[in-house]
């Protein structure tokens, strides 16, 4: 019984020392440049009520969720998804501002995967919501968000795929077919099998131009030359003014120099129903999946009580993490910490030299030694936890500084003279 509760449930890990250390790095520097795009925090509660995240409005289904009950019999769930709450708080507590809302956010999500996928249960996501605006510019603004947050996690090869669901839609609106047949149609091109697409387009009664245009679908994947290409196969108008704003979004890419981070693939429906325009995911090498979803949700703070137009995204930290390490980028961890290990003898001038430490910015670990335990381990206590200077007091006259492995003695009085490392 004791050895279980030790473990974990499936699913789900501890995170510590130096893999703590690099993920905090990470989230920090990506923090920061949310900050300098404008974005303010906000924190959602771990848990809220099931119809926040019900599948109509667009979040995960009922059976990944993780449900609970309240006193009252409500029916709560840990949060598989941060958009809804944000989209929550932004009508509860912004119901009448009109102007661009920037919110960003960090935390953990929960979803009840099925074991045989290999994924975890709870992960950390961190990513921004810019609510009340709807121009291309917004949209192109969080793309260049979204690759300064990559490279500021030290991601130098990426790629970030645009599609645009209203093409699709458009699409289908010229086709005048029914809803059993759209979906088909799209799951078909979810599951890249463009082969049996271009089969089954062909048992239906739909112009040609159509026609074409889905069996097409595989060559609508590349560089911005493909919107060009996109445009032949159809004259509907939902469908063109998605690819004119998919060419605008492109041109203010350019402005800020990251066109070549960027490519399109219009065959991108993931969240269609979910999504109102443009759509986006991130990858690079090193993980199976995405490391950053998003996209333009337009409708979504509606189901809520608030009409306002919005896009947004979230960085999948632990694939960006996954991806970090196997090209051998993730930052390294702190060898700045100081030990100041002193005898019972010495513990006035250990707290006074640890609190002067403090005072200057250094992490210092104060620690009275041990009778049990001989210098050599607290020396090996030291490689495992990132400190690199050990001071080791002594008595009030006599002490030790130990760093690289070489030892030197010292007065203890001329610790306080210079005070720094």
Do not use: W
Not at 149 to 171: M, N, P, R, W
Not at 181 to 202: A, H, K, P, Q, T
Not at 221 to 237: M, Q, V
């Amino acid at each position: 019984m004791k050895e279980k509760l030790i473990h974990t449930p499936d699913g789900i890990r501890d995170i510590y020392g130096d893999e703590m250390e690099i993920k905090s790095k990470v989230l920090d520097s990506i923090h920061h440049v949310f900050h300098g795009y404008g974005f303010h925090d906000i924190e959602t509660p771990t848990f809220e009520y099931f119809n926040i995240f019900n599948q109509s409005i667009g979040s995960a289904p009922s059976n990944l969720m993780y449900k609970f009950f309240d006193r009252n019999n409500n029916t709560l769930v840990l949060r598989p998804d941060f958009t809804p709450s944000v989209a929550r708080c932004v009508t509860k507590y912004y119901e009448n501002e009109e102007l661009p809302i920037k919110l960003c956010y960090t935390g953990k999500v929960f979803k009840n995967v099925p074991l045989h996928q290999g994924k975890s249960n709870e992960t950390t996501q961190i990513g921004c919501e810019f609510i009340n605006d709807d121009s291309s510019a917004g949209d192109a603004e969080m793309l260049a968000l979204t690759i300064d947050s990559l490279k500021a996690a030290g991601l130098t090869d990426f790629k970030i795929e645009i599609g645009e669901v209203e093409y699709f839609k458009g699409l289908i609106e010229d086709a005048g077919i029914d809803k059993d047949e759209e979906d088909r149609i799209r799951s078909y091109i979810e599951m890249r099998n463009f082969f049996g697409l271009s089969e089954y387009v062909l048992t239906l009664d739909i112009p040609d131009n159509i026609r074409d245009a889905f069996s097409n679908f595989a060559k609508l994947f590349g560089g911005k030359e493909i919107l060009d290409n996109a445009s032949g196969f159809t004259s509907n108008k939902k469908s063109l003014d998605a690819l004119e704003r998919l060419k605008r979004v492109y041109t203010a890419l350019s402005y800020y120099g990251y066109e070549d981070y960027v490519g399109f693939d219009l065959g991108m429906l993931n969240g269609y129903e979910y999504y109102t325009g443009i759509i986006f995911r991130a990858y690079t090498y090193g993980t199976g999946d995405a490391i950053v979803k998003g996209g333009r949700y337009n409708t979504l703070l509606s189901e809520f009580g608030k009409n306002a137009p919005s896009i947004g995204f979230t960085i999948l930290v632990d694939e960006l993490l996954l991806a970090l390490s196997a090209q051998h980028l993730k930052p390294a961890a702190s060898t700045d910490g100081i030990l100041v290990l002193y005898n019972i003898e010495s513990q006035k001038e250990a707290v006074s030299f640890a609190t002067k430490l403090r005072s200057l910015g250094k992490k210092v670990s104060l620690i009275r030694k041990s009778a049990r335990h001989e210098l050599e381990e607290y020396v090996d206590y030291s490689v495992c936890f990132g400190i690199s200077y050990i001071y080791y007091l002594i008595d009030e006259n006599s002490s030790k500084l130990i760093h690289n492995g070489e030892t030197k003695d010292l007065k203890t009085g001329e610790l306080f003279e210079g005070g720094n490392v």
